[in-house]
Each structure stands twice: as C-alpha cells, then as structure tokens.
C-alpha cells in the first residue's frame, strides 16, 4: 500500500522526498475527448501532478439531482491521470472560486434566505454534508491509500479573503474525514488578508502567488509549523472580462525565472496549465467598483492554450523543472485546426415568437429572481401589459443587463449601474412591456458573494407607481427544441432577439475558431451544445470550436442575437 504524508518540511511518498510539481487542468472546461492529450501535455512539461476543482453547482445542478457522468465523469479524468504518470491534487470545497459563477456554488441555494454560504450555518452545512455524501464516494477510492492518484485534499478555498469563521472550516474538514477522506488535507490562500484567517486545525497552510516567491513563503512560514512550503497556485497569467482593453498576458521569461523560484524553495500548482473554456453560462465575474463579468475563454495565457497549442511559455517552464526532475519520455502530438464554409443564415427564429416552446409562463403579481423562479441561468424575460401612458421606469433589484422592449420594438438598454435611477421611455396605455433580462455570471470572489440573484425582483415604477400583473418566462436555454424557424429574413431589419440557423458541412471534424464579425451579443449553439457568449465589446473575438463536438457530414450552428446588431456571416477558421 503507497502512502503519502508530511513530515516537517517536506512531503514524503513512500518514505522518498516527494517535490509537487503540479499544473491546474479543470476537467470540466475541457471536452472529455481531449482528457488525455492535455494530461499527457502536463506530463510531458515535466509535472509529476494535476490539480483540478470539483464545481458543486454542475454536480448538483438541482437539489438532490447528481451529475458524474460524461463531461463530469471526474473518476474517469482521474483514472487517465494515473495511467499517464500523474498525481492528482482534487479541491472539492463548497467554494472553488475558479472564475466560476457563484465560485462554483449552486445558483439554487440562493432561493432559500435562511443559507449563509461559507459559514458554519447547520443549513448551509446541512446542503454540503448531501453533496459530499455523493461526491466522495467518486474519491475515496482514488486516494494513495487506496493505490489510487489522490495525494492531497483541500479543505476551502482562500477562505481567509472571505471569512473567519474558524469553526466552519473545522466542520468542513471533519465532514471530509467522516466520508472517507484520508490523505492530508491542505488550506490555500492569497495575500490580500493575513494568512492565518484561512488555517484550519489539521490541514497544511498553503499560498497562492504569481510573484515575490521568497517573501510570499517566508511568511508562509510563519503559520504552517514548520511543514513543507507550497504555492498551489503560482499564477503565470491572467483572465479577461468582457469590456478589458486587451487580452491579458504576462512574459514568459519571467514567469520561467519566478517558477525557479518557487521550486528552489518548495512545491508548485502552476495554475493554469491549461485554462480551457468557460462553455455554456458557466463564466464568473468579479466586482471591480463595477461589475466585471469574465469571458467565454479562459486561455489565462497558460503554457497550454486554449485550444492545447503548446505556447513558448510551455518550453521555458520545462527547461526550468528539468532543473529538478528528469523529464519524461512521452509522445504527444499536436491536434490539427480546420477551416470550414458557413454562408449566411438559412433561417431564423424570432425569440418572442418562440416562446411557448422555449418556456411556461409564470405568473406574479411582482417580478421575482430567476432563482425564486427555479432557475440557475441564462436569461429571463418579465413582460406586462401598461394600464396606463408612461415616461419612466425605475427598478427596486435588476440584475445584471436588461433589454426593455415595447412589443417587439428595443427602446433601451441597461447595465450593471445604468440600471439604477429613472428612465425616461414614454410608452403608451395598452404597450406590451418586455424586459430581458441577462444572468451575466455571478460574483466568484468577496464580500458580495451571497448578494447574486438575478434578474428583476420587488416593485418595477412606472411614473412612481408600481406596475402589477407581470408574466414571467424563464429561459436557461438548456434545450433548443421546438423552434420554428421561419422564411429568410433581412436580418438588419429586425431589432429583437433572434436565433439564426447555419448549416454546416464537414468532411473531417477539426479543431476551429467560431468568429461572428458583425454581430452584437449573444450565444452560440453547436449541435444543441451551448458553447458559450459572445460580445462585441471584447476583448474575446472568436469562440474555440473543439473538433468532437462537430460532426461528420451535417451540422446545425444556432446563434441567439440579442442587441439587434447582426453580420451576414459567421467565419469557422482554423487560426
């Protein structure tokens, strides 16, 4: 039986001095398809480990519903781990942060006012203890002990940047060892409080840096009771939200020379390895003075890029870990990228048009949230009939972008602060008011971590007085079925939401990247899976089109365009 533990300042496996030597892979922003060659890239960097979150809010996307197969077979992303070579470093805390919505956090705990998140609330707890009870049983079977991969657990996530409810992290990690975990357990946290806010009894201090190795551990020290030193997350680049100016990046020669650094003085989570993709509406956001929500790729600038291109950072960072382990002789292979015909929209769909097949209509005397509605994410529209003229609206809770039509007609939109105050619209008695409103990705990180429900919520004013009567639709678009798509259409013409059909023929699936020149903002859909937004503000341009999810021969492209602002085309190319 292998074991693998600490003893003072360092990590020993099977008794031999053990240097992790880890890279951050999220399984779950990865097409299962290309498990295996991303891990054996790592491999082949010279990493002797992986590291990865497990998201709650996907495993348990309803209360009481489980997910870990396909795309969330997280035992398979393990096994292929260990038939590569690797160790596996799992975080399954409540919270993983990760530029995830709600950091991970299912969106439908915020339908229930009586959960405090992160704290040691027997509600809140109530809620993990169910979810581990599910989870773990995909772990412990994995773990050193059990001659699996698993070296290390962690306990939360930078929780000491969140909280200090000490007693919180103590039933947490008890949870942990009553269902099953045996392999040390471990804290991370960063420097924006003082580290010892985030330590639990019986887990190993860890911290989370991208620069000043030497200081950042020397006051690791200080904490972890002489136990090895360890960056579990060396940042060596960045995330983009919609609206940045550029794409983040950082030099690879320095990020190389920092890496150094950190292996000369201890152990290493190089996060990212490979970012991947934020599919779906699975991006987080982060609350800058504004709200600031992350784009659909997550590239993070990695040595392995978004769509597994080895980049000249991947080189530099294995020319310094040769420096500490031989490297291994593995073959890896570069996947091929394609270019492909997609004219112009055969077809569309008008949203409004569509709705009976899309959604059931709700309702309410007030407008509630998309939780209270029973809904995790996408898009929700609030629409009632005007009793009388008006020339101004004000909203009591919106969140986060909100499309406000009458009819069919867009006659304003709002964002993140131009949501607050009086808007002045004058529409007239009998209008049929429609508000879309956008779940743009809840906050991942701070002190406004449970103040993310979206959509509308309370009294909508109308010339100070409250409207009543409203229907509601919610419109997570997990499903696409059912629309009727219409005749051709001069697609400049008409400003309300839209889907737009696009045929596309391939001989030989390839990698691609999905460019929408011309068209405002929206998501796109391929084959029935939600790929994820798009944004003419940028800094993101193109969507990375993995090859298996195309197919040989027919393919069906849906873009939802909300904003009115449509190109003729969409552009499939391989770089």
């Known amino acids: 039986m292998s074991q693998f533990r600490i003893e003072k300042n360092q990590f020993l496996l099977d008794e031999q001095p053990f240097k992790i030597i880890s890279g951050a892979i999220h399984y779950f922003r990865v097409v299962p398809a290309y498990w295996e060659d991303r891990l054996k890239k790592l491999r082949a960097m010279g990493c002797n480990t992986v590291e990865t979150y497990v998201p709650w809010n996907l495993h348990e996307p309803q209360p009481g519903e489980y997910c870990f197969s396909g795309a969330l077979n997280l035992e398979l992303f393990i096994q292929i781990a260990k038939n590569i070579g690797l160790y596996v ?39 993990v203890a169910r979810y581990y009870s599910h989870l773990f049983p995909h772990l412990v079977p994995y773990q050193i002990d059990n001659e699996g991969p698993i070296l290390l657990m962690q306990v939360e996530n930078e929780y000491g940047a969140y909280g200090n409810d000490t007693q919180y992290l103590i039933k947490l990690r008890d949870l942990m060892h ?47 009771n002489g136990g090895p030193l ?10 983009d939200a919609w609206g940045d ?8 020669d320095s990020a190389a020379k920092e890496l150094d650094k950190v292996l000369a ?16 509406f699975m991006n987080g956001a982060n609350n800058r003075g504004y709200f600031a929500p992350d784009v659909t790729s997550y590239d ?57 097949a899309l959604s059931s209509p709700i309702f309410l005397d007030s407008p509630c949230c998309m939780e209270l509605l029973g809904q995790s994410y996408g898009y929700t529209l609030y629409s009632c009939t005007l009793p009388r003229d008006i020339s101004s609206l004000s909203f009591s809770y919106a969140r986060d972008r909100m499309l406000i039509f009458s009819g069919d007609l867009l006659v304003c939109t709002l964002f993140d602060a131009d ?35 979206k959509g509308l919520q309370g009294t909508v004013l109308a010339d100070g007085l409250p409207l009543m009567g409203w229907e509601c639709r919610t419109l997570p678009l997990t499903e696409l079925s059912g629309l009727e798509f219409l005749e051709p259409a001069d697609i400049h013409s008409k400003r309300s939401p839209a889907f737009f059909h696009f045929s596309v023929e391939v001989s030989k699936p390839l990698d691609t990247f999905l460019s929408l020149p011309g068209w405002g903002k929206g998501c796109v859909f391929v084959n029935g899976f939600n790929l994820g937004r798009f944004w003419d503000i940028g800094p993101q341009r193109r969507l990375y089109l993995p090859a298996p999810l195309l197919k040989k021969g027919h393919n069906d492209i849906i873009v939802l365009e909300t904003d009115g602002i449509r190109g003729t085309s969409i552009l499939l190319s391989k770089n």
């Open 89 to 127: 470093i799992i975080r399954p805390s409540p919270f993983i942060c990760a530029e995830w919505d709600f950091g991970g956090l299912p969106a439908w705990l915020l339908a229930n006012d009586d959960i405090s998140v992160r704290t040691s609330s027997d509600v809140f707890l109530s809620y």
């Open 178 to 224: 009553n269902c099953g975990a045996t392999v040390p357990l471990i804290t991370s946290d960063n420097f924006e409080q003082d580290l010892s806010r985030g330590i639990c009894p019986g887990a190993l201090p860890t911290a989370n840096f991208g620069s000043g190795s030497l200081e950042k551990f020397t006051l690791l020290a200080e904490i972890n």
């Open 230 to 239: 360890m960056c579990t997350e060396f940042w060596v680049g960045w995330y």
């Open 245 to 252: 100016v550029q794409h983040h990046i950082t030099d690879a």
């Open 265 to 280: 003085l201890g152990n290493v989570n190089i996060y990212m390895f490979h970012g991947g993709t934020n599919f779906g």
């Open 300 to 356: 993070y600038d990695a040595p392995l890029a978004e769509d597994g291109t080895i980049t000249p950072k991947y080189y530099a960072f294995q020319k310094v870990i040769a420096k500490y382990v031989p490297l291994p002789n593995i073959e890896i292979s570069s996947l091929p990228h394609g270019d492909f015909s997609a004219g112009p929209p055969d077809s569309y769909a008008s949203l409004f048009k569509n709705l009976d």
């Open 419 to 453: 949501i607050s105050g009086c808007h002045t619209l004058n529409l007239p008695a009998g209008s049929n008011l429609q508000i879309l409103t956008e779940n743009l990705g809840r906050v991942n990180y701070g002190s406004l971590l449970a103040n993310q429900r």
